[in-house]
Nanobody
C-alpha cells in the first residue's frame, strides 16, 4: 500500500556532501515516523535517523549526529537526509523506512524502500 523510493545516492569524496530523498507513494499517513537506515557490506543494518510526522522530533545515531540532518516535506510526501562531512565508513546502502516503532537505536519500520548506494572514496 505504501511504496518508498530512494534517490540521491552516488559516489562522493571524503568530506563531501550528498542529499538523499525518499518519495512515498500510495497510501500515506501523516502520523508516521519516517527514518533512514544503512547497511554496509558484511555489517548489520544500522539506524541512522528518524523524524516525526510534523518534523518537530528527530533522532540520530551518535556517529551521524552533527553531520547528518533528517527532514520531511509532507506536502511532497518526501523525507530527506542531508549528509555532510562524509567519511569512507559512511559507505553503505541507505534505506528509507516508514511507520517506525520502538526507540532509537532499536527502531524498526513497517515499510521499506529498496535502498540507494552511497560510496565515499578516500
Amino acid at each position: 500500500q505504501v511504496q518508498l523510493v530512494e534517490s540521491g545516492g552516488g559516489l562522493v569524496q571524503a568530506g563531501g556532501s550528498l542529499r538523499l530523498s525518499c518519495a512515498a507513494t500510495g497510501r500515506t499517513i501523516e502520523r508516521y515516523f519516517m527514518g533512514w537506515f544503512r547497511q554496509a557490506p558484511g555489517k548489520e543494518r544500522e539506524f541512522v535517523a528518524a523524524v516525526s510526522w510534523s518534523g518537530a522530533i528527530t533522532y540520530y545515531a551518535d556517529s551521524m549526529k552533527g553531520r547528518f540532518t533528517i527532514s520531511r516535506d509532507n506536502a511532497k510526501n518526501t523525507v530527506y537526509l542531508q549528509m555532510n562531512s562524509l567519511k569512507p565508513d559512511d559507505t553503505a546502502v541507505y534505506y528509507c523506512a516508514a511507520d517506525l516503532s520502538g526507540s532509537p537505536p532499536y527502531m524498526t519500520g513497517g515499510y521499506w524502500g529498496k535502498g540507494t548506494l552511497v560510496t565515499v572514496s578516500s
